[in-house]
């Protein structure tokens, strides 16, 4: 039945452009991670957050072009800010439509206009505890009563402890959740059909920038009810690109909205100009090199394998400039670290094991402290397009200048083997066999293994490298199975919580904290930074970095610098660390 459908969808949405005059109005890219979903509820990979961009919008949007933090508004007509802060009431434009482009159509028309209740339904379903979502963390302790929703539709929760320690009866998660779609919950309410309000549990000056986040999309109830679990298959949005086709983790074919509502570039064009996007899967980094010098695919970001092949001295190399190829570079915003399962009985930490617990923090210590650094900057970055990691956060944050550093980012054998010592595996003798799981099959990942490898078997470890695909360690790490690995954490919008969220304990897998860290320090502190008005926030910043430095449940390695190429023939573009493919705002010009 798969094979069937997979030929239906490649029979009714060919792959390429059938002749020059579609050619020349499709836009052509290679994703090097698999999208799988169009359901927003899955907007935490890289490359499910690209395609689904493209169909959904929410209420602001980054600038593009600009600094990362400048957005305008999208789907928000108009907005007040009252209470110190505290109260958003937003006006949602009237003349955004939904485009139904799936057979046969919710609606006789196939459009619906965008209302007050599809932002309502959207947000909270996010939020809802029984869906899988991993976007939840974006929202959690922003709006009041947000929290209490999550936990009264989680099934099986109870209220929080009220005065006197009577935790309350177990609540209804449909009942809750119904009563929140007619009436909205305390922080998110509907005043009239196109228009919200927001009560905010403290002040956020960075609000806009958050909203503009993929986590806070809008789309229809109705389509989720027709589609159900097929909704990842079946998008219905509101954006200037409408699903056309699609294989999932291989392709997905767009084309610009029908009567769309239009917008303004900044430059005074109409928007969009690119009549048909193609984004297709190729996971090989010399592949996707070779398509971009054969004019195959319209941009590319180069990697290991192809960094020195496509750039020399930071241009573009000879063969590429004569033609007319522009680079374009950003700064960091995210961290790459190697991963420790902190609920692996060898490297995590175990309830009541005070001796056990020292132990095992002494061993990642220990593999911090004899980590290749430079090795891995020099054979996987290149030696240029990462910044080596100081602590957990990226320069250019507000905070990063006053926050510590983390002593056991550097390669110093002897002090590890000082810790392996400490940890009762002198010379490694007795020591766990160690499992790095890769997150994929190309040469490039395979690489990243025997690196660490290498490095472990200076103090006497083995490492068994585990070969995935990213889609089979992304499960491993959602059952809690994975024990080492890679991860790179690119931040969606500017703030330190966006990856001090990565380590707060509620957010275990299957959610953002793949580590499964859980500490009660980190927690309490995270909740003061996030849900109350904190005066000292680099303070705050500084005793969380503290405990992440010490307690190791990830290794910080780089920051990796965006590196860009574009075809001459692909105009307005820019690469934004927060919304890397904002493709209305591009033009072909073959």
Not at 17 to 25: K, M, R, S, T, W
Not at 261 to 272: F, I, M, T
Request: with cysteine.
């Amino acid at each position: 039945m798969l094979a069937l459908l997979l030929i239906v969808a490649v029979a009714a949405h060919p792959e390429l452009p059938q002749n020059d005059q579609e050619l020349a109005q499709t836009a052509r890219f290679a994703l090097a991670q698999e999208a799988f979903s169009w359901d927003p509820l899955a907007s935490d990979g890289t490359g499910n957050q690209v395609i689904q961009r493209q169909v959904y919008e929410g209420l602001f949007e980054y600038l593009p072009q600009a600094a990362p933090i400048a957005t305008q508004p999208l789907l928000a007509e108009s907005w007040q800010i009252q209470g110190g802060g505290l109260e958003w009431t937003i006006k949602l434009r009237q003349d955004a439509y939904f485009f139904d482009p799936i057979d046969p159509p919710i609606w006789p028309n196939r459009r619906h206009q965008l209302n007050a209740d599809d932002l309502i339904f959207s947000w909270l379903r996010m939020a809802d505890g029984r869906n899988p979502g991993t976007g939840f963390w974006a929202m959690q302790g922003l709006f009041a009563g947000i929290d209490e929703f999550h936990r009264a539709t989680t099934p099986g929760a109870k209220p929080r402890p009220k005065p006197g320690g009577d935790t309350g009866s177990q609540t209804d998660p449909e009942q809750v959740w119904q009563e929140a779609l007619r009436n909205g919950i305390e922080g998110l309410r509907k005043i009239d059909p196109f228009t919200i309000k927001l009560r905010l549990k403290h002040p956020d000056s960075k609000l806009m920038v958050r909203l503009a986040s993929p986590y806070f999309v809008i789309y229809p109830q109705e389509a989720v009810q027709r589609s159900g679990a097929e909704f990842l298959n079946q998008p219905v949005g509101s954006g200037p690109y409408r699903y056309a086709g699609w294989i999932p983790k291989h392709q997905a074919v767009l084309e610009s909205t029908p009567d769309w509502r239009g917008q303004n570039h900044p430059d005074g064009s109409s928007l969009p100009q690119i009549s048909k996007i193609v984004f297709t899967t190729v996971l090989d980094d010399s592949t996707r090199a070779l398509q971009f010098e054969k004019g195959e695919i319209d941009r590319i970001t180069p990697t290991q394998a192809s960094f020195d092949s496509l750039i020399k001295n930071d241009q573009p190399a000879d063969t590429l400039k004569k033609r007319g190829v522009q680079l374009v570079k950003v700064p960091p915003a995210g961290l790459s670290m190697v991963a420790f399962n902190m609920d692996d009985a060898d490297l995590g930490w175990i309830p009541g094991d005070f001796d056990g617990n020292l132990r095992r923090k002494h061993l990642r210590q220990a593999i911090a402290l004899a980590f290749p650094y430079q090795r891995w900057h020099t054979v996987l970055r290149n030696g240029t397009w990462a910044q080596p990691a100081l602590s957990f956060l990226p320069l250019g944050l507000p905070e990063t200048p006053e926050l510590p550093n983390c002593a056991y980012n550097q390669t110093d054998i002897p002090r590890a083997k000082e810790y392996l010592i400490r940890a009762g595996f002198p010379d490694g003798n007795g020591a766990p066999l160690l499992r790095y799981e890769l997150a994929g099959t190309d040469p490039i990942d395979q690489a990243s293994g025997e690196i660490f490898q290498e490095a472990m078997r200076q103090l006497g470890i083995k490492v068994e490298i585990v070969p995935n695909t990213w889609g089979e360690l992304r499960a491993k790490m959602n059952r809690r199975e994975a024990q080492v690995f890679g991860r790179a954490w690119t931040m969606d919008w500017a703030d330190a919580v966006n990856l001090l969220a990565l380590f707060y304990g509620p957010n275990q897998s299957p959610n953002i904290n793949r580590s499964n860290f859980q500490h009660e320090k980190y927690d309490q502190l995270f909740e003061q930074l996030t849900f109350a008005n904190t005066k000292d926030r680099i303070g705050v910043v500084r005793e969380m970095l503290e405990v992440l430095n010490e307690e190791l449940p990830a290794i910080p390695v780089d920051h990796r610098i965006g590196y860009l190429l574009v075809q001459p023939w692909l105009k307005g573009v820019s690469i934004h660390p927060f919304d890397p493919y904002a493709c209305k705002f591009y033009r072909l010009e073959r």
